[in-house]
């Protein structure tokens, strides 16, 4: 059974670069029709999809945090990772990773991550 | 690329049928054919409920269903039980094939 697993820093000081990773298990990253993504969900607010990667390396991005984001792929260890510079409060969220079905006649989100809060402050 | 519109909250009774609808425009949901629908419950992930307008996964019960009418789409819940009280998100395709958006959220009440 596919799982995604999120792991990184809780906290992260404003300015600084937040980074996060997710484990993919039960699957491979190399599956083909599928993208792999990050979505994001500020407390109490809706979700924001960040951005999808393929295993070649080829990546979509939310055009509203292009200029900060950057999605990473490392297929030998089933693992996919994003890094976000310049962060402020405003980047407090949930952070969700998600196979993401980007191929074919077909597209959605699923399954997801069970997220991790991620809170800027000093 | 803007949020989808949806109602901040819809409610019905056990046995019921609600309508959640999700408004967009001929940029996003009038342009595609990729609307899907998460449910999400406090302090889990969203689960994945339709996708592609009306298809169904695996193990999503017949009472889910979904559609599309020009920049409008919706998703019907029939027979609401009360595990169906949740928060439900619609997507879709946005601008191009390589962006997508979300909608707000429907907080789902099943009095």
């Known amino acids: 059974q596919l799982q995604l697993q999120e792991s990184g820093p809780g906290l992260v000081k404003p300015s600084e670069t937040l980074s996060l990773t997710c484990t993919v298990s039960g699957d491979s990253v190399t599956s083909a029709t599928f993208y792999w993504g990050w979505i994001r969900q500020p407390p109490g607010e809706g979700l924001e999809w960040i951005g999808s990667?393929?295993?070649?390396?080829?990546?979509y991005y939310n055009p509203s945090l292009k200029s900060r984001v950057t999605i990473s792929v490392d297929t030998s260890k089933d693992q996919f990772s994003l890094k976000m510079t310049s962060v402020t409060a405003a980047d407090t969220a949930v952070y969700y990773c998600a196979r993401h079905r980007l191929g074919g006649s077909s597209r959605w989100f699923g399954p997801w991550g069970q997220g991790t809060l991620v809170t800027v402050s000093s | 690329q803007s949020a989808l519109t949806q109602p901040r909250s819809v409610s019905g009774s056990p046995g019921q049928s609600v309508t959640i609808s999700c408004t967009g425009t001929s940029s996003d949901i009038g342009g595609y054919n990729f609307v899907s629908w998460y449910q999400q419950h406090p302090g889990t992930a969203p689960k994945l409920m339709i996708y592609?307008?009306?298809k169904r996964p695996s193990g999503v019960p017949d009472r889910f269903s979904g559609s599309k009418s020009g920049n409008t789409a919706s998703l019907t819940i029939s027979g609401l039980q009360a595990e169906d009280e949740a928060d439900y998100y619609c997507c879709s395709n946005a601008g191009s094939y390589t962006a997508w958006v979300f909608g707000g959220g429907t907080k789902l009440t099943v009095l």
């Open positions: 990667i393929y295993y070649s390396g080829n990546t």
């Open positions: 592609d307008v009306t």
